[in-house]
């Protein structure tokens, strides 16, 4: 069984970790000889240019997943993407893979794509995996289930008023649900024309940020079943940011110009409102603008907030007054929450044919003390 999913397995220490992350990373750079990175440029420029390529070929020559989602039952799904290293445009090649709660491979497939292409992005749900629309329409949205068996998915354009276990699969360009009980993409009902960013916890509640063009400040608005169950103004001089919410925790990440300088967060479904300025979180360091900005709640209400390919800090405990930052086995170019659990992915910035020390997905599942590496 893969330590990433066995039930109840003790994980392993940080240094642990990484003394794994630097065993496993050894045919990466400074560990390659000439043959071998000749060997390896030799089968990436292949299989870029192969109409039908094998997904093992995909994964190994990625090195790293570019996403992560887990659906109900625990499984995962993993998506790999090989691009063309010298140039932006160009044959690429595109692979998922499923992992069973076992930890087993359960299904895989790849395909021939092109570099400039939009990656494909997936949401676990009940029952499997939906796929994101690619495009700004609902087409392209299909379901797979935890077997990898694609399934159709009906799509329509009439409103629907969200219910528990509905998921927001676009946030914009359109707005998108998922309702999983009738495998069906719509908009949802009632949502405000001047909303910029959505959220839909597991009660079917609709958040938004509403920034008008008028002087007025931003407002978050919640929303279940049509009806309007209130609204709280960002506060001045900030603009709202990204947006989430589970579990009755609703956060929203507050912006002044260029930077991110802190939170607005709720923990009692909205009842009161709590501005987040310091809490441990060194915000002056995140140096990316408001547009990297990972921003997360876990299932017990905690926050993670950071920035791609930079610094975390997850919250001491549900009330999200107090962060601590993260401590990660190696940089992480993308991390995740499903669940209580942290996803970690290290990869390379931009393609390349050599792998990054301590490449892969790694995971945690006690607030990042520990993580562990998927082999």
Not at 160 to 165: A, D, F, I, S, Y
Request: hydrophobic share 35%; with cysteine; proline share 6%.
């Amino acid at each position: 069984m893969s330590p990433l999913t066995e039930p109840g397995r003790q994980t392993v220490g940080l240094v642990a970790a990484v003394s794994a992350a630097l065993a496993l990373t050894a045919c990466g750079p400074g560990g390659d000889d000439g043959a071998s990175s000749a060997d390896r440029e030799a089968k990436y420029r292949r299989v870029i240019e192969e109409p039908h390529p094998r997904p093992a070929d995909v994964i190994e020559l990625a090195g790293a997943p570019t996403g992560v989602v887990r659906a109900g039952d625990g499984s995962l799904l993993l998506t790999y993407d090989v691009g063309n290293v010298e140039d932006d445009e160009g044959p690429a090649a595109a692979a998922w893979r499923i992992i069973g709660p076992d930890g087993a491979t359960v299904a895989q497939h790849a395909e021939h794509t092109d570099a400039e292409a939009t990656p494909a992005a997936y949401r676990g749900v009940t029952g499997g995996f939906v796929r994101v629309p690619p495009g700004e329409g609902a087409e392209g949205a299909y379901a797979l289930d935890v077997r990898g068996k694609r399934q159709k998915v009906v799509i329509t354009g009439t409103p629907l008023r969200t219910r528990p276990g509905d998921v927001l699969l676009a946030e914009l360009e359109p707005t998108l649900i998922y309702r999983t009980a009738t495998r069906t993409v719509a908009p949802p009902a009632g949502v405000p024309e001047d909303a910029v960013r959505f959220a839909v916890d597991e009660r079917g509640t609709v958040w938004s940020l509403d920034q008008s063009l008028t002087e007025e400040p931003d407002h978050v608005l919640w929303q279940r079943d049509g009806r309007t169950l209130g609204s709280t103004a960002v506060p001045e001089p900030y603009a709202g940011g990204v947006l989430v919410a589970r579990g009755g925790t609703a956060a929203v990440s507050l912006t002044r110009g260029e930077s991110v300088s802190g939170l607005l967060v709720t923990t009692d479904s909205g009842e009161h409102w709590r501005t987040v300025l310091g809490g441990g979180v060194a915000w002056r360091d995140l140096k990316r603008g408001p547009e990297s900005l990972v921003l997360e709640v876990l299932a017990d209400g905690r926050l993670l907030v950071g920035e791609e390919g930079g610094r975390y800090w997850i919250a001491d405990d549900h009330t999200n007054r107090a962060f601590h930052q993260l401590k990660t086995p190696t940089p992480f170019t993308s991390l995740t929450v499903h669940g209580k659990t942290l996803y970690g992915i290290a990869d390379a910035m931009t393609a390349t044919y050599s792998l990054v020390q301590g490449e892969g997905l790694w995971m945690s599942r006690d607030g990042g003390r520990d993580w562990r590496r998927r082999e």
